[in-house]
């Protein structure tokens, strides 16, 4: 574990498997629990590490597409063609289910309300639900990543410690400046950290050893202890104590284990390469949870088939809408290298 894994054979089946395990724990960490059931069941530790967990893989696996793929300045990280297919792979099934919401709604609120403007701003927004700054969370992706990734690749860890250190100034400016928790919600930076170690994990020279490791487990052992189960309140963070940069550390070394383990999973495996459509999924379904469950009495009954049909769905609504989204991509792809 004290290796960085610089391997261009990215073990995608460790990564489908992992994004499976974390889509299913944010059905479930969606589920109406009380903050009490929460702590009650460990979900600090393991539920609500989904988003961390994420993050990182998506820093991870898109430093070793730009390495695979010789992405080694900005130009080429920045072509047109290509931000714009990154755009259209995230926001044609983010569009469709914005889109089925209001239809199953009946009721275009914000349109009543603010007009078209305020539809749109609702839908950069990422709309509705369960999980709503996820989309927004992916669009900046798109254009923070380079930034990062080129930093890291040219100062390899302390490119890494300097991220860290961005994040920590973004969080002390949100408590200076009182931001508010819908803004807040929304940026990416607030993930800088993790998505920069996924960075450093796939491309980064230096070796981190075990103790290191054991070390970053252990700090944030405590910090999610001390904050989120003694009343403690953090110096710095303000919003999502229990996912920030410090808590994060804890899932770090984890997910740095399991992604060396060579593992097959197929189902779990689909479950995760349809995660981005199990989320969206996930947050219609939350909207109008009463439609499937209103029937059943027991919670735990319930929330078996909220994991069943957001998870089920989802898969369909990757294997239908995928193949398109990539022929669109193709296309453009493909104009790119005519041109």
């Known amino acids: 574990m004290g ?26 960490t969606h589920f109406n629990w009380k903050d009490e059931e929460r702590l009650k069941y460990l979900f600090p530790f393991w539920i609500g590490m989904a988003i961390p967990v994420f993050m990182m893989l998506s820093g991870y696996v898109n430093a070793l597409s730009f390495k695979r793929h010789n992405i ?13 297919a990154k755009y259209i792979r995230f926001t044609i099934p983010f569009a469709v289910v914005f889109l089925l919401d209001g239809i199953v709604s009946k009721d275009f609120h914000i349109l009543k309300k603010d ?10 927004r990422g709309g509705y639900g369960a999980g709503s700054y996820y989309y927004p969370f992916l669009i900046q992706f ?7 990734y080129f930093v890291i690749h040219k100062y390899d860890l302390r490119g890494y410690i300097y991220c860290g250190i961005i994040n920590l100034i973004y969080e002390f400016l949100i408590r200076a400046y009182g931001v ?10 607030r993930y800088l950290w993790v998505i920069a170690f996924g960075i450093f994990l796939a491309i980064g020279k230096k070796k981190i050893s075990k103790l290191t490791y054991i070390f970053m487990l252990i700090i944030g052992s405590i910090y999610i202890v001390l904050f ?4 403690e309140k953090p110096f710095i963070t303000k919003w999502w104590i229990g996912t920030n940069m410090w808590a994060s550390l804890f899932i770090i070394p984890i997910i740095v284990l399991f992604i060396n383990v060579n593992i097959s999973c197929p189902p779990i495996e689909i479950i995760g390469k349809s995660s981005y459509h199990i989320f969206l999924v996930q947050m219609i379904y939350y ?14 009954e319930k929330l078996l088939v909220n994991v069943i049909v957001c998870t089920c769905i989802g898969v369909l609504f990757y294997l239908i809408e995928n193949p398109m989204s990539t022929i669109v991509r193709n296309k453009i792809k493909s104009n790119k290298r005519n041109s």
């Open 180 to 189: 508010n928790l819908r803004t807040y919600r929304i940026v990416v930076l």
């Open 3 to 28: 290796k960085n894994i610089n391997s261009n054979n990215i073990r995608l089946s460790s990564i489908d498997i992992l994004k499976g395990i974390c889509i299913i724990f944010v059905i479930i």
């Open 72 to 84: 080694d300045n900005i130009e080429k990280a920045y072509d047109f063609k290509s931000i714009f």
């Open 287 to 300: 909207n109008h949870e009463h439609l499937f469950t209103q029937s059943i009495t027991k919670r735990y």
């Open 115 to 124: 007009g078209p403007l305020g539809v749109i701003c609702s839908f950069a």
């Open 142 to 148: 798109i254009f923070l990543f380079p930034i990062v």
């Open 228 to 231: 989120l189960y003694t009343g």
